[in-house]
């Protein structure tokens, strides 16, 4: 193959630039100097990239460009001095890691090179006194090998000495790049061009490289994104998943709305926030209407699956088919016991089970009391190799890729399923339409009556499993999974790719996922019983997190929102309520709480500005929705409850509305880990439950007694 | 498709339903209900109580006014049968005529004759005497007069059977969810409609908490049902009270106000002319004749032999609920007149010293739906209902009515009756004279009629469009173009009878009507 060549050009007297640059985890780095070669291969000009790395280890070479890595510890700016020596080309460029001029500044600098050109520098003679620019400040600078080297080290002190140094030195010859300083217009211009520029480079790059087939052989699918390594076990596509929360299109959508909004506040404040109101309210009240159409259409359709005992009975086990149980553990080493003592009563011929415990490489003590349990053959203890991200849902993929069976569940560590639950699927598989992929058993506690906050988790889950669930079913509407006791066909699993290892509601996401390929959700009626959160802080972290997981789901999913036309095109819509505005009302509730607690306390001051803000059609909307709709919210827990049977509870619903400021106060802080880490999986500790009475829990297993006269659910045991 | 719905158990409310029968029910109401309301129309009944017209207009005054809005609802009468209006009498020609009323009190009565079946059913499962149930129902007189007005009776015993239709199959099956919530439900509108609503959920919570002490799981059961059922059914009255605060600062305005039945009864008691007042013997027989009265005396004679036999009927469960719920407004109305909260007069037992002899005797047409039932139950058993004997009954009872034996009591007490609108020459002499401009008018007083004066909503200043109302009566020029005004009335009051105002009134206004009783002026 013919080695291309370089023939100099503009820059005679040098045989290339060697370009000098700290690697900076900005998403548009290898963008940028990729744009660089791309113009010096333009100019025809040799050149090398220099990369000061600090760990080598996450680094991943980009193979197409000319890139040197050199480790350094040292992050002062005398790090440029390695680079400077390790180059081999006698013109250098050094390139601040800020990355704030465009590559474009590289050729206009280049024009300024003659053979007698020491070094050339941007010039900051022509700006504005006025503008707040600082370019008295090294940014990109072009110098001599030979005269770098010959600098004394104390001006590597910082990039501003180093460049004072060069302007000042009689000894140099520096030229200037003026470049769009000449005018305060052009200026502007220019700027706003490289602005845009920029923007466009951020927008469009994903700065994320797949690993090659080899390394998926050794490490499973994942890729590289800033040097760092991410398995995921899935080639869910990266527009599919969670890793990025915007993507481009919902970025610019997202800041041209808050333009929007911001330039309508400046245009008539109070016009806007009358409008604001007027959407919100709207949207309010659309909830309101569908959560009642929800609640009607659970009951008046009961669309559950129903399997009674008698077909359960007439089964013929030989015919079972294989049964995989997924459950993925971190630090639950205390429920492990009470785990595998709940499927040991599952009944479901053992040698049909394929159980599989999905442990993480580092955590130790949980692998070590695995280990101790002498576990049935059917059991198999997986260890998921360490690695970025640590979720549950990249434990999964990891399980799933050594699953065999022809039907799969997953369950959490301190679930306890109802005794016949694999076997009521398997029926509700053969018996329903092959679109239906997925059976999500119901959920609930086996401690709601622990403390205060049991009792309303658990009211919220009947609320949840008994009632808004089953409706959605009733109207073939996307159904946000929960987290546990989702039985899979296989095969539509596999082709779905499994789980978004960085969604951190990876059920919901998934439940999502397989209403935009055409496929359904049904309900079964089978409770799988796990541990109500007991402690506020816990709670607080399991909440934050699943918010931060709706948010994600929604994002990931609006990336292609044509996609839900494949289901029904209705289903946008009712992924809009069941998703976006169950979380948006999370985060305005407390304004409105505000707004309307403020009305009546200070109706003479506050009172007539708040009307202002309300037109009549408006405030009769608002009025409902406060009269009827938070009336309705509650009231749908009480029924939950009553459908449930747990009548003791009813009379807690009345509190529900501290609870609902609870997720308000959740929601905010999923906000701000949104930001700051999306992917962070804030693990929910099991086991408090245990403390207290975790002998009678475990003996009751095999008696179907109730405990300590309080009420796991008889039903819980005995399927 | 198949498999899906394979395996969705429906639930059906009505398996048990005969559809013709049904459907036959629904189309006699319709069709004798249609008839009536013209009826009605054509003889210039449909406004003939003075309330029917105030009804109308509150449900105007909520889109069309000086100040519009849901603060016109006010804070006495319960607003639910005002809110059906209001689509109906934002349209000027079905506010005038009454026939806003006629569209919201026909529906509930269609509503009503087909719950009356299904409820029948319920109790007796027998298609044949269910639809008797109905027949009977429907072709009440004094139902089918109010079906054409926009009193609210209609609407309350719409609400009043859905109730207890969910109430009767709640008690059948009392784990059923769906038939508490529903019953609490159609028990939250009724006590939104009328107070006779607010008792009827108040018994059937506290049969809630009798029903389920049997049960197993203790108190837990009984305290879980009787707030399911409670916090629904008893959210109106809760709202009624919020709302009496939040607009006219106290909770219980409705109870304790100028306007309301008590402070009107003690009127009547300072005259010595509430004779049911404090006694037990007269408050049962006023409304026992009223009941009888409205229902029709052959119909209530043979529902009373029906009650009976539903009583002593050894296979009938849950009798005593059942009974007591739909005797509710029996009761009610019993223990209210004990109390002195409302007065009937009834020309058998009012006493001919009295002034009026007949007022407020429609309150009985709460006891149709009930003698309806029980009427047919008496036939239950019979191994073929005698058609000619029922029919025969049927026919002598409207026979007394043709033949004025028995009359309509309902519509006579607001044709004659102090029910009935006043109607005054003033009226007459406005509809002819006014050519416009705001109305100053105390229309709580029913000084004139608003309708017939052919005023516009939007034209009136009355109590309800502060701050013009206030500011009118102490400067009479700033707003109005026309002020009407009556004897004692609060119009009268603060200008007529206040010297330096009056003077300010002849000073930009002409009397331009005078009668015995009104005076109207006219800015100059």
Not at chain 1, 123 to 131: D, E, G, Y
Not at chain 1, 143 to 157: C, G, P, S, V
Not at chain 1, 475 to 480: G, L, N, S
Not at chain 2, 371 to 376: E, H, L, P
Request: net charge positive.
């Amino acid at each position: 193959m013919k080695r291309k060549t370089f023939k100099l050009s503009g820059i005679s007297g040098h045989n290339g630039i060697s370009i000098i640059i700290p690697f900076n985890k900005k998403i548009a780095f290898f963008q940028y100097i990729k744009r660089i070669s791309k113009i010096l291969k333009q100019k025809k000009i040799k050149h090398e990239f220099l990369i000061i790395i600090e760990n080598q280890d996450k680094f991943s070479i980009q193979k197409e460009l000319p890139i040197k890595l050199i480790e350094e510890k040292n992050k002062t700016f005398s790090r440029y001095l390695s680079g400077i020596n390790l180059s081999k080309y006698s013109m250098l460029a050094l390139v601040d890691d800020e990355l704030k001029y465009p590559p474009e500044i590289l050729k206009e600098m280049v024009k300024k090179v003659s053979p007698l050109t020491d070094a050339v520098i941007i010039s900051p003679k022509k700006i504005k006194k006025n503008l707040k620019f600082n370019f008295e400040r090294f940014d990109v600078v072009l110098i001599k090998k030979e005269r770098a080297q010959k600098i004394d080290q104390a001006y590597f002190e910082s990039g501003q000495v180093l460049t004072s140094f060069i302007k000042n030195s009689a000894e140099f010859k520096v030229e200037f790049v003026e470049t769009f300083l000449n005018s305060e217009k052009k200026q502007f211009s220019k700027l706003f061009y490289f602005f845009i520029l920029s923007l466009k480079s951020k927008l469009t790059a994903s700065g994320v490289t797949p690993f090659k087939n080899e390394i998926i052989k050794i490490k499973g699918e994942g890729f590289f994104y800033k040097g760092i390594e991410f398995i995921s076990h899935t080639n869910l596509p990266l527009d599919e998943n969670a890793f990025f929360n915007f993507s481009p299109q919902e970025k610019l959508l997202f800041f041209s709305l808050l333009i929007l909004i911001f330039l309508g506040f400046l245009e008539n404040w109070k016009y806007s926030l009358i409008v604001l109101i007027g959407v919100l309210t709207i949207l309010y009240f659309s909830d309101l209407v569908f959560s009642l159409f929800l609640i009607i259409r659970a009951f008046v359709k009961n669309p559950e699956i129903r399997i009674s005992d008698e077909e359960i009975n007439k089964i013929d086990e030989s015919k079972l088919p294989i049964y995989t149980i997924f459950c993925p553990l971190y630090k639950e080493w205390s429920v492990l016991s009470q785990f595998t003592k709940s499927i040991e009563k599952l009944d479901y011929p053992k040698e049909k089970l394929q159980v599989m415990l999905l442990l993480e490489e580092n955590d130790k003590k949980t692998i070590e009391e695995a280990n101790k349990l002498n576990l049935p053959s059917y059991f198999r203890i997986l260890i998921v190799p360490d690695g970025v991200p640590k979720t549950k849902p990249k434990a999964l993929n990891y399980g799933l890729k050594y699953a065999k069976g022809e039907l799969a569940v997953i369950y959490d560590a301190e679930d306890i399923p109802q005794r016949d639950q694999l076997k009521k699927a398997f029926l509700a598989f053969k018996k329903i339409d092959k679109k239906i992929v997925c059976i999500q058993a119901k959920l609930n506690y086996y401690n709601p009556y622990q403390n205060l906050l049991t009792r309303l988790f658990a009211a919220e889950y009947s609320l949840w499993f008994d009632l808004i669930l089953p409706g959605l079913q009733s109207i073939d509407a996307p159904i946000p999974l929960g987290g546990t006791s989702n039985h899979f066909r296989m095969n539509e699993l596999k082709k779905l790719k499994g789980w978004d290892a960085f969604n951190v509601t990876e059920d919901c996401d998934l439940g999502i996922r397989l209403a935009k390929k055409g496929y359904k959700t049904a309900i079964m009626d089978s409770t799988t019983f796990e541990e109500a959160n007991s402690r506020i802080l816990n709670w607080y972290r399991q909440r934050s997190r699943w918010i931060k997981g709706y948010i994600q789901t929604y994002l990931v999913h609006m990336r292609k929102p044509h996609e839900f036309n494949l289901g029904k095109n209705i289903n946008l819509i009712f992924f809009q309520l069941v998703v976006g505005g169950k979380v948006l009302s999370i985060f305005i509730n407390p304004f409105m709480w505000l707004m309307t607690i403020s009305y009546f306390l200070f109706k003479v001051t506050v009172g007539p500005i708040i009307e202002s803000f309300y037109p009549p059609i408006v405030m009769y909307a608002g009025v409902v929705c406060l009269v009827f709709g938070n009336f309705l919210y509650l009231y749908s827990y009480m029924i939950g409850c009553a459908k449930r049977k747990y009548f003791e509870l009813i009379k807690y619903v009345f509190l529900i509305p501290f609870y609902w400021f609870g997720m308000s106060l959740a929601g905010w802080k999923s906000l701000y880990e949104m930001i700051t880490k999306p992917h962070f999986w804030a693990k929910t500790v099991h086991g408090f439950h245990l403390v207290k009475n975790q002998k009678e829990i475990i003996s009751s297993l095999a008696t179907n007694q109730k405990i300590d006269g309080e009420k796991v659910p008889i039903e819980a045991l005995s399927g | 498709m198949n498999n899906l719905l394979s395996y969705k158990i429906k639930f059906k409310i009505d398996d048990e339903i005969d559809k013709p029968l049904i459907k036959k029910t629904f189309a006699m109401s319709v069709f004798l209900g249609t008839i009536s309301s013209i009826f009605s129309f054509l003889n210039d009944y449909i406004l003939a109580y003075g309330d029917a017209e105030s009804h109308l207009n509150i449900a105007k005054r909520v889109v069309s006014g000086l100040v519009p809005g849901l603060a016109q609802l006010g804070g006495v009468w319960l607003p639910l049968p005002h809110i059906l209006l209001i689509p109906f009498v934002y349209f000027d020609s079905l506010w005038q005529t009454g026939l806003a009323g006629s569209i919201v009190s026909g529906v509930c009565f269609a509503i009503s004759a087909i719950f009356i079946y299904k409820l029948t059913f319920l109790l007796v499962n027998k298609h044949s005497v269910s639809f008797l149930a109905a027949v009977v129902f429907i072709t009440n007189p004094n139902i089918l007069y109010l079906q054409s007005t926009p009193m609210s009776e209609l609407p309350l015993i719409a609400f009043f059977l859905l109730n207890i239709y969910f109430f009767i199959k709640y008690l059948k099956k009392t784990d059923s969810i769906l038939f508490l919530v529903s019953a609490a439900f159609f028990g939250f509108l009724a006590s939104l409609s009328r107070y006779d609503g607010w008792f009827l959920v108040i018994i059937e919570a506290l049969f809630v908490l009798i029903l389920n002490l049997n049960k197993k799981g203790g108190l837990k059961i009984v305290e879980g049902n009787f707030l399911l059922f409670s916090s629904l059914a008893f959210y109106g009255m809760f709202l009624w009270i919020i709302w009496n605060y939040i607009i006219f600062k106290t909770p219980f305005y409705f109870l304790n106000s100028q306007f309301s039945a008590g402070s009107q009864q003690l009127a009547w008691l300072l005259r010595n002319e509430l004779p049911a007042y404090k006694n037990i013997v007269l408050s049962f027989l006023y409304y026992f004749v009223t009941a009888l009265s409205n229902s029709g005396i052959i119909i209530f004679a043979v529902a009373i032999m029906g009650l009976v036999y539903f009583l002593i009927n050894k296979n009938e469960t849950n009798k005593f609920f059942i009974t007591l719920t739909l005797l509710s407004p029996f009761i009610f109305y019993v223990i209210s007149l004990f109390l002195g909260q409302s007065v009937i007069f009834i020309p058998i037992l009012t006493p001919e010293s009295f002034e009026w002899r007949l007022f407020n005797v429609r309150y009985g047409v709460m006891m149709v739906p009930a003698a309806s039932i029980f009427f047919a139950y008496f036939f239950k058993d019979l191994k073929k209902l005698s058609l000619i004997f029922v029919s025969s009954l049927l026919v002598f009872q409207t026979l007394l009515y043709v033949f004025g034996a028995s009359s309509v009591i309902s519509l006579a007490d607001g044709v004659y009756g102090l029910s009935a609108a006043k109607k005054v020459d003033a009226e007459e002499w406005m509809k002819k004279n006014y050519d416009g401009g705001l109305v100053l008018l105390d229309d709580y007083s029913r000084t004139l009629s608003v309708i017939r004066s052919n005023i516009k909503m939007k034209d009136l200043i009355y109590i309800g469009t502060k701050p013009y109302w206030e500011e009118s009566l102490d400067e009479p020029e700033k707003y109005a173009k026309w002020i009407v005004m009556q004897k004692e009335d609060e119009v009268w009051k603060k200008i007529y009878d206040r010297p330096e105002i009056q003077a300010r009134l002849y000073k930009y206004f002409n009397k331009v009507y005078t009668s015995n009783e009104i005076l109207i002026f006219k800015r100059i």
